[in-house]
């Protein structure tokens, strides 16, 4: 099945610096893409997705590259603030089935005053 | 639109005991999940369902059953259950139409079995 491999488990970060988070997966096959933040105590919620016929996406701080050769793919947050301190998942589809998703384990990204 | 809800949001259990889990959604998705997750190791999927009627196993499911009788509503049934079960068990739904694959979670279930 389809394996997702997320780095680093811990980030911290200063204000107004920038974070980046890396994933690879497994199967060659899969098409689908989001990361998804979840803060203390609270539900995952989606911040962004990219699919695999896109190389780049933004949205505001937040963009997200696919690199399809290398079976991995970044988020990346410019301009880091106190609310961006959560953990983010990334996931990518499990092919056959109904497209399961398959997550990540997770970075606690911490962004310090 | 209330969204995904799930009760209860805490419990414990006894070594044994057995609990359902409820899940309903009120947006009209087709697709419904129950994941669950452990600390540091991110959300595994233990069941989901396509549609009312029809459900399939996930990466977890053994000590699990579930059932999709209506759109709305998606039980996760716990049968005997152990510590190992000890997690935050969260019901997601997506609509999955026109590309739209963006999962909505419910607020969590923390279960503790001792």
């Known amino acids: 099945g389809e394996n997702v491999e997320q780095h680093p488990s811990t980030l911290s970060v200063q204000e107004g610096d920038s974070a980046v988070i890396k994933c690879t997966y497994s199967d060659s096959a899969s098409n689908y893409f989001p990361w998804y933040k979840q803060e203390l105590g609270k539900r995952p919620q989606l911040i962004i997705d990219?699919?695999?016929?896109?190389g780049e996406k933004k949205d505001q701080r937040i963009a997200v590259t696919l690199n399809k050769t290398a079976k991995h793919f970044s988020l990346h947050i410019t301009e880091t603030q106190p609310e961006d301190s959560a953990v983010y998942f990334c996931?990518?589809?499990?092919?056959?089935?109904?497209?399961?998703?398959?997550f990540g384990t997770g970075t606690q990204l911490k962004v310090e005053l | 639109n209330a969204g995904v809800t799930q009760t209860p949001k805490f419990r414990i259990l006894k070594i044994g005991q057995s609990m359902t889990l409820q899940c309903t959604q009120d947006?009209?998705?087709?697709?419904m999940y129950w994941y669950r997750q452990d600390p540091g190791m991110g959300l595994k999927l233990i069941y989901y369902s396509v549609g009312a009627g029809i459900t399939d196993k996930g990466e977890v499911p053994n000590g699990y059953n579930v059932s999709r009788s209506t759109t709305e509503d998606f039980p996760l049934r716990l049968e005997l259950a152990a510590p190992s079960q000890t997690s935050v068990y969260f019901c997601?739904?997506?609509?999955?139409?026109?590309?739209?694959?963006?999962?909505?979670f419910g607020s969590g279930t923390q279960l503790s079995v001792l």
């Open positions: 990219i699919r695999s016929n896109v």
């Open positions: 947006m009209n998705h087709n697709y």
């Open positions: 997601a739904s997506s609509a999955r139409t026109g590309g739209n694959e963006k999962l909505f």
């Open positions: 996931a990518a589809t499990l092919t056959g089935g109904g497209n399961k998703l398959t």
